[in-house]
């Protein structure tokens, strides 16, 4: 194992100590471990959490800041964080309107916010949640019961928080959060395995022949394993079985999300986005906005995902509001 770390044992801890240098102006991080935004809790705006295993910068704390995230629960690496710092971050971000909750669909991460929104519901704060569970490629996985929730998470917290900056009320944000959940849709492949720190070995075993479509963000394993073709016949194993759901349809517009697993050079990632571009142009599917680059990794893993989300003047208008946080940052 080839890694810049110290010690296995405290990779998540001096990762969260150097974004705190590194961002001081966007972020401060709080025992026990928490990302949260820098002036949080802002008075009378509904809190905006998320969190999930480390290992997939920079999601989730690298989405905290202004028009985004109010904080971040990261956990060990490919670990759910804990109920305790789930609480702490409601309680961080809590301005007296309440919180939500965007919980990609894991059994451990569901489970630890669920426990999380009792306590503090027991405390008086009004929480609901969103859950994510956008992965097209299997039903269960070993992680979860139902769809995997991957690159939808990020277009989920983009849209919803630029609502909350806007001061939607919680039952506005929660709504919008679940129709996001109606439109989007993705995919993902790896070319190679990626290697936990405290594991010290790839977690699988692929052949420098092979690929494996269906890849989850841990290493779970996906449809098939397959020798490894061009780019192009990639991309269509990909997008084929997303547009399978029917849910888009000749003359919508959607956002065309090409995601770098960790390990996968820009370079090849527009050439992903040809391809997609390709494809929805010949079934009459317009892309009026897209998101390329590694947003929700899987450590060093090489290999990409794909994602779109059916888009409205709504959702068009709240993924262009601005947002400023340590990975994602525009002003319209």
């Given at each position: 194992?080839?890694?810049?770390?110290?010690?296995?044992?405290?990779?998540?801890?001096?990762?969260?100590?150097?974004?705190?240098?590194?961002?001081?102006?966007?972020?401060?991080?709080?025992?026990?471990?928490?990302?949260?935004?820098?002036?949080a809790?802002?008075?009378?705006k509904?809190?905006?959490?998320?969190?999930?295993?480390?290992?997939?910068?920079?999601?989730?704390?690298?989405?905290?800041?202004?028009?985004?995230l109010?904080?971040?629960c990261?956990?060990?690496?490919?670990?759910?964080?804990?109920?305790?710092?789930?609480?702490?971050?409601?309680?961080?971000?809590?301005?007296?309107?309440?919180?939500?909750?965007?919980?990609?669909?894991?059994?451990?991460?569901?489970?630890n916010?669920?426990?999380?929104a009792?306590?503090?519901?027991?405390?008086?704060?009004?929480?609901?949640?969103?859950?994510?569970?956008?992965?097209?490629?299997?039903?269960?996985?070993?992680?979860?019961?139902?769809?995997?929730?991957?690159?939808?998470?990020?277009?989920?917290?983009?849209?919803?928080?630029?609502?909350?900056?806007?001061?939607?009320?919680?039952e506005?944000?929660?709504?919008?959060?679940?129709?996001?959940?109606?439109?989007?849709?993705?995919?993902?492949?790896?070319?190679t395995?990626?290697?936990?720190?405290?594991?010290?070995?790839?977690?699988?075993?692929?052949?420098?022949?092979?690929?494996?479509?269906?890849?989850?963000?841990?290493?779970?394993?996906?449809r098939?394993?397959?020798?490894?073709?061009?780019?192009d016949?990639?991309?269509?194993?990909?997008?084929?079985?997303?547009?399978?759901?029917?849910?888009?349809?000749?003359g919508?517009?959607?956002?065309?999300?090409?995601?770098?697993?960790?390990?996968?050079?820009?370079?090849?990632?527009?050439?992903?986005?040809?391809?997609?571009?390709?494809?929805?142009?010949?079934?009459?599917?317009?892309?009026?906005?897209?998101?390329?680059?590694?947003?929700?990794?899987?450590?060093?893993?090489?290999g990409?995902?794909?994602?779109?989300?059916?888009?409205?003047?709504?959702?068009?208008?709240?993924?262009?509001?601005?947002?400023?946080?340590?990975?994602?940052?525009?002003?319209?």
């Amino acid at each position: 194992m080839k890694k810049l770390i110290n010690a296995p044992d405290r990779v998540v801890d001096e990762a969260l100590e150097g974004m705190a240098l590194a961002h001081p102006d966007l972020i401060r991080v709080e025992p026990p471990n928490i990302v949260v935004r820098r002036d949080a809790p802002r008075e009378g705006k509904v809190g905006i959490v998320s969190g999930g295993g480390s290992g997939h910068e920079p999601m989730h704390g690298g989405f905290v800041g202004f028009g985004m995230l109010d904080a971040a629960c990261p956990g060990a690496v490919f670990t759910s964080p804990v109920p305790d710092q789930m609480l702490a971050a409601t309680k961080a971000v809590n301005g007296g309107r309440g919180v939500l909750h965007i919980v990609k669909n894991y059994t451990g991460d569901v489970m630890n916010f669920e426990i999380a929104a009792e306590l503090a519901g027991d405390e008086g704060i009004e929480v609901s949640t969103v859950l994510v569970a956008d992965d097209v490629a299997v039903q269960d996985s070993l992680y979860t019961a139902g769809r995997r929730g991957v690159g939808g998470t990020v277009l989920t917290e983009k849209i919803v928080g630029a609502a909350a900056e806007d001061g939607a009320d919680l039952e506005s944000v929660t709504n919008l959060g679940r129709r996001i959940q109606d439109g989007v849709r993705s995919m993902g492949m790896a070319l190679t395995s990626c290697t936990v720190p405290a594991a010290g070995k790839p977690t699988f075993d692929i052949g420098d022949d092979e690929m494996e479509i269906g890849i989850g963000i841990h290493g779970e394993p996906g449809r098939r394993r397959e020798k490894l073709r061009p780019a192009d016949e990639i991309v269509d194993m990909l997008v084929g079985p997303i547009l399978d759901e029917g849910i888009y349809e000749r003359g919508d517009n959607v956002l065309a999300f090409v995601n770098g697993m960790g390990g996968t050079p820009l370079v090849e990632q527009y050439i992903v986005y040809r391809r997609v571009s390709h494809i929805l142009s010949d079934r009459g599917i317009t892309i009026t906005r897209n998101l390329i680059g590694s947003y929700i990794t899987s450590l060093e893993m090489a290999g990409t995902s794909i994602t779109l989300l059916k888009l409205d003047d709504e959702l068009t208008r709240l993924w262009d509001a601005p947002v400023h946080t340590p990975a994602m940052r525009w002003r319209m």
